[in-house]
């Protein structure tokens, strides 16, 4: 079915299953392109630029530009993959979902359905005219719920769309914005081991993104940290933290987001783990090994709490109404506090 697949193709969406069978075909290593100093320059562009503005630009392709298209996402993934930084994770995921809305703009209504079906195996198809309105498309609504679950503007929920025999219709503008949502998701999760070092091009930039990494995240966390504020907690982690108390068990995400969002804060793995005491199902040596895993002192990884959307997709948000003017629980926090402290 891929072997068709033109190069064109997988440059304007080089995370999917044709790209990657391209790029397996093409025997594309590393150490290969590293000798590139275009793509490795592209690679730093994409990175600095999801850094920057969280978009990757959509730009018009000439044909010399589709390799370096190609091969610059993949080497710009193992080192999203190789920082290992949540944070990086999460903006390029942004960005190239971005970038790859502005493609998917410009296809045909005919295509957009068999590329959901071939990425995601979407139960999808044309629409056309039902009770005098003109649709693009119907997508199965369980598909439609779990690419949607982090929006949160009410136009996007189920009640509020026009549903035909369990499928959502969709315009084509729609489709794409439910397509990049699902791009951006399978990117977050796509997490690859990478080999230690990389070659030497690469390994520049792979220093260079890590420090600029390092100094926005030290400075959120400079903002963040300090004396901690209980009273600026965001109404989610103030709710997990009741649950807490009460001694109520938390799933496995809820416990996920509470203990990221506490040692974000500033708070130190032993306090941490002194508020899990009440768990029923509490086991130190358990609990211990995950909060250190979290805090980043078991691997490179050190995670962040999720996003809002995220937190509302698990319907661990409790003010889902106010999480349109909110991205994140920290971000929540850092403007609470400043404001608490104003006062
Ligand atoms: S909007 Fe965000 S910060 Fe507020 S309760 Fe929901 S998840 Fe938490």
Redesign the pocket.
Known sequence: MHEDISIHEAAKYPWSVMARSLLKNLDVTLGEVDNNPRVVQRAHDRLTQALDSRRTQTREMQSDDEYIELTSFFVAKALVDGIGSMFLRRRWATAEAKRAEGFLLKESETKLPQFAKQEFNWQISSAGRVASRVFSHRLHFSNYLDATAGF?EREWKLVNKRLDKGYVLLRKSETVRVIRAAVEKMLIRDIKKVPANFPPNIQKVYEDIDETVRKQTDRMRQEIQGEIVTEAF????Q?LLADMNEGKPLSHIARFAITAFLLNVGMDVDSVLELFMRAPDFREDLARYQIEHIAGKRGSTEYTPP??AY??SVR?????D??ES????LA?YRRRRKWLSKR
């Open positions: 949160h965001p109404p989610c982690m709710a996003s809002c937190m509302i661990l948000c409790v003010d889902p106010k999480a909110r991205r994140h629980p929540y």
